[in-house]
């Protein structure tokens, strides 16, 4: 398990962010843990943690979210920031599981695809 020192949760779902802090937390040892609400804050964030040299070494992206979808998201991200931060992992978490991983096999960055609800067991795997 890679060792993460600052994660950023993407997701619209408040009451996913609450239940799924506490598992990254647990797994991971992080206690810096972000989170927005959408794409768009999540680009302005990490706008501001590049500047600041604290770019996350792990991104979580709700696909599916009212404002922006994940693939505009990961547009952006390779576009703006994946040539500077390479190390840094992009884990997508959605319904549509099987159909997302289809659609983002050409983003190297993206380290996997997880189902909501997300089970702990499935995400110690991935890491």
């Not at 993460?4 to 609450?18: A, E, G, P, S, V």
């Not at 040299?53 to 979808?69: A, C, R, S, V, Y």
Request: glycine share 4%.
């Amino acid at each position: 398990m890679n060792d993460y020192q600052h994660i950023l949760i993407i997701d619209d779902d408040k009451t996913f962010i609450k239940v799924n802090h506490k598992i990254f937390s647990n797994l991971t040892g992080c206690t810096n843990v972000n989170f927005k609400m959408s794409g768009t804050t999540a680009l302005e964030f990490l706008k501001e943690m590049h500047a600041q040299n604290q770019f996350p070494d792990l991104i979580t992206l709700d696909w599916k979210m009212e404002l922006g979808n994940g693939m505009d998201f990961l547009e952006a991200y390779q576009e703006k920031y994946y040539a500077q931060y390479p190390q840094t992992n992009v884990l997508i978490i959605t319904e549509a599981s099987q159909e997302v991983k289809t659609q983002t096999s050409d983003f190297v960055f993206v380290k996997g695809v997880l189902a909501k609800p997300l089970q702990s067991t499935q995400l110690k795997d991935i890491l």
